[in-house]
């Protein structure tokens, strides 16, 4: 998922399990002691205006995101404890050839209209979401299925609208045939893109993405662009989850600071993250109530690979150079107060398949090489870089900091620039209307490399927002999902990280920590490794 901030560690699968407590700091402010709890309570936490309508295959950026994965359940999830894959609607899934796939549903689940959960609810949803013409952002999410390429060819429209490759063989029974074999492909089904949808969306999409009815464990109130999403509890939600609040309303801030003046004045109740400004004190003012723990997420920033000036091959050693010029320990501790871990590759700490250097010494702070490879590359395009990014998430003080750094180091003119908000980069951005570098972010959809790898670089992925393309990287990953066991497919994609660093299209910078708090009005607040609070698990404190 695209972060301002998109599950988890699987059993079997060598992958270390970051569990979800908060560690504490400061003086101690706040109390171990549990309060009386309103389970019918609301409260509140910091978010951004949606990109997209909320439609389950539409949102890849966290504004969106997180309200969808709360509005809908698909057949499996992450338990946020364990870590392992759980099913969540799904009573059983059997594959004998990682190809070939028979899911049993279970009995019982509805939409929050009161319509059933069937086979077919995820068979249309799916179909639906990958057809070309209805321009979901998540649609190559389903390339994977038999038939994908019908229904979303790569040029113009289709008259097919079913993959071949999907069928609801009873109420109960999803029969899927891939491609190819997929070893890791029961953990994308955790991605809130393959949740299912009612029979009621079809009839008018666009209704429903202003007003959702999903099967989650929250259903939809209102949405006020702009300002705020509310949605409240679904009593006859059957998850694995079921909430101890009443039901959440996730406030929009263009200021990552106000976010957390009303957190700290008890009028917002859960934190995303903590802006830099305040970094340096939110532990001792938060005390107890403070979290700072690792998290499965990047921050890197991409080049405009469609722009003529990035395209020569000489120029992959001005991307280097560029790279080797930014000071990133410095950085990390300083302006970010040690809030960030120095990326060394494209993948983050704790996912399977992370390789500890990929990234090389184009990582490793060197002026002097750094000069001298942008002079081998020909130059930066006119000797000028900027860097764009949405000023409403607390980016500021890094990307300044990361254009005083290529500057001094080499003399290239770095300057950053804002845009108001994360709607308005992303759409720029989306558009493929970035002049030279821009702000990117990833946080981990499923637990392995391929979701850092294939799902952000391979050609025409829908994450790919710098548009870098490579035959070599591409038949790599193809050969890595074409695997028998995870572990062989994560050994693989670590051969295909490396021509990343051959090509370096996307310059890593630093790895996620959740740095983040809550109220006085709330307790039993936990962070998984998404750098997600585990929403139905907050209780709301009594008055």
Known sequence: MRGATSAKWVAGAAIIALGVTACGGGDGKGSDAKAEVDANAVYSYQSTEPQHPLQPANAMEVGGGRIVKNLFRGLTDYDPATGKLRNQVAEKIETTDSQHYKITIKSGWTFHDGTPVTASSFVDSWNWSADVANNQVNSNWFSDIAGYTDVHPEKGQSSVHKMSGLKAIDDKTIQIDLVQPVSYFTYKLGYTAFSPLPKGFFADPKKYGEHPIGNGPYQFVSWEHNKAVTLKTYANY??????????????????????????????????????????????????????????????????????????????????????????????????????????????????????????????????????????????????????????DGGHKEWVDAVCNSIRQATGVECTGDPKPDFKTARDLIDGHKVASIMRSGWQQDYPLNANFLRDLYSTGASANDSQYSSPEFDKLAKDADKATSVDQTTSLYQQTEAVLAKDMPVIPLWYYKTNAGWSNNVQNVKYDSFGDPVFTQVEVKKK
């Open 238 to 391: 059957k998850g694995e989850d079921k909430p101890k609040n009443g039901g959440i309303v996730f406030k929009n801030y263009t200021q990552a600071e106000a976010a957390y003046k009303e957190l700290t004045s008890d009028t917002l109740d859960v934190l995303d993250q903590v802006d830099p400004t305040d970094l340096p004190k939110y532990k001792a003012d938060l005390g107890n109530r403070a979290v700072d723990q690792p998290m499965g997420g990047i921050t890197t920033i991409s080049f405009a690979m469609y722009d003529a000036a990035w395209k020569a091959p000489e120029k992959a050693k001005v991307r280097q150079g560029l790279s080797m010029a930014i000071d990133r320990d410095t950085i990390t501790k300083t302006v970010l107060q040690g809030s960030r871990q120095p990326a060394d590759s494209w993948v983050a700490p704790g996912v399977a398949g992370y390789k500890q250097g990929t990234c090389g010494e184009s990582c490793t702070y060197n002026p002097a090489k750094a000069k001298q490879l942008i002079q081998e590359g020909g130059g930066a395009p006119n000797n000028k870089v900027t860097i764009l990014y949405n000023a």
